[in-house]
């Protein structure tokens, strides 16, 4: 076993039962690791950007993001379902925060003395980030919390649906990258991500299929097995989506990694950017078409 392997190993055993057990605790343990999460990726993104803890637009970015998830959890308490609270989304209190964003950090941008054009790329590619993050990351939250979606499950808990979305992730990835270096002969986007392949891709969404088989059976037996079946073959694909979009974003600045902050694993961005494109899905998955 090579040192590099050991070390995600060693790392993934320790955080993993962690995150677990955050995402059962709930309430402010499961608000403060995705405020932890969305904290630590902004960061990651303004730095790989070339914004410092001298600017103002580097703060005004943190108040928008965490801003975001505040609004969140402030509209969603585990009221009683037909209670008339129960009725916010969190699209609903987060599109204003990061509108407000726009329009201050644009007039901020406007002020500067680089070149109009460096101006312009710059405040766009800060909106890019601070939308990605800030709109994202409190449907990892919700998912969690809203008591909308948690009675779907077995046990009536948002720790289980945070197990499947976290297991047919993590499944599924492992599944695409064996598939991908075993039986891998097509490029699924080679100027993106030139290592992934479609044969990978296809591995990730059965990988993620057979964690919906074992959730249908295990957390979930109220629901319909298609449902359970449908959401995960969606989250799998909207996940690796969301890994191609954080490569894009990586190849644009001819990096490899968003950071080094976990060891063998590269940044808060790199090993959750497939989460923040999943955890929408299922949060609407759920809401719209089940609950």
Not at 150 to 171: K, Y
Not at 215 to 231: G, N, S
């Amino acid at each position: 076993m090579s040192r590099n392997l050991l070390i995600r190993t060693a790392v993934a055993a320790v955080t993993i039962p962690l995150i677990l057990w955050i995402s059962y605790q709930g309430g402010i343990w499961l608000f403060g690791m995705v405020a932890l999460f969305a904290g630590a990726a902004l960061l990651e993104f303004l730095m790989n950007e070339g914004f410092r803890a001298g600017e103002l637009l580097f703060w005004m970015a943190f108040i928008a993001v965490i801003g975001c998830l505040m609004a969140v959890s402030i509209v969603l308490p585990p009221f009683p379902v037909h209670s008339p609270q129960a009725g916010h989304s969190p699209l609903s209190v987060v599109a204003p925060v990061i509108i407000v964003f726009f329009l201050l950090s644009g007039m901020w941008s406007a002020t500067g003395k680089r070149p109009p054009a460096e101006l312009f790329q710059r405040h766009a590619r800060l909106f890019w980030g601070v939308a990605y993050i800030g709109l994202l990351y409190p449907f990892v939250y919700a998912v969690g919390f809203d008591d909308r979606i948690r009675q779907l499950s077995t046990a009536n808990s948002g720790g289980d649906l945070l197990l499947f979305l976290f297991g047919l992730l993590w499944v599924g990835d492992t599944a695409a990258m064996g598939i991908g270096k075993w039986l891998g002969r097509h490029k699924l986007a080679p100027a993106v991500s030139p290592n992934k392949t479609v044969e990978g891709f296809i591995g990730g969404l059965v990988g993620s299929l057979a964690v919906g088989v074992l959730m249908a059976f295990w957390k979930f037996d109220q629901l319909p097995m298609y449902h359970v079946l449908l959401l995960a073959l969606g989250c799998s694909l909207f996940g690796q989506l969301g890994d191609l979009a954080e490569s894009m974003w990586k190849r644009s600045l001819g990096i490899k990694d968003s950071s080094a902050i976990i060891p063998g694993h590269g940044g808060v961005l790199d090993r959750f950017d497939s989460l923040l494109f999943a955890a929408p899905f299922m949060y609407g998955y759920l809401t719209w078409l089940v609950g």
